[in-house]
């Protein structure tokens, strides 16, 4: 466990400064947070996009609400991805 600011997010933002190739699914607890998160990484110049149903758009980092990231919607999406050798 890590204090706020102590660079938690940085696990994930390194993996896409890594792996241009793939995606990187990161479950927010909360989804007042997915704004903050997000203006984070586009500062670090990474692709980010916020999950919204249906929307398959293209991103290094994709971020979604904990209540969203176990719908059938988001793990058919996942799926896709799992099978594209994306994910």
């Not at 600011?5 to 990161?26: E, W």
């Not at 997000?38 to 994709?62: D, F, H, L, M, Q």
């Amino acid at each position: 466990m890590l204090p706020i600011g102590g660079g938690k997010s940085l696990l994930f933002i390194v993996l896409a400064y890594l792996n241009y190739t793939g995606v990187t699914i990161v479950v927010v607890l909360f989804r007042a947070l997915i704004k903050d998160l997000a203006t984070r990484i586009y500062a670090r110049g990474i692709n980010c996009v916020e999950w919204i149903n249906y929307k398959t758009n293209p991103a290094s980092i994709i971020l979604v609400s904990a209540n969203i990231a176990g719908s059938a919607e988001f793990l058919k999406y996942t799926s896709l991805l799992k099978d594209k050798k994306q994910l």
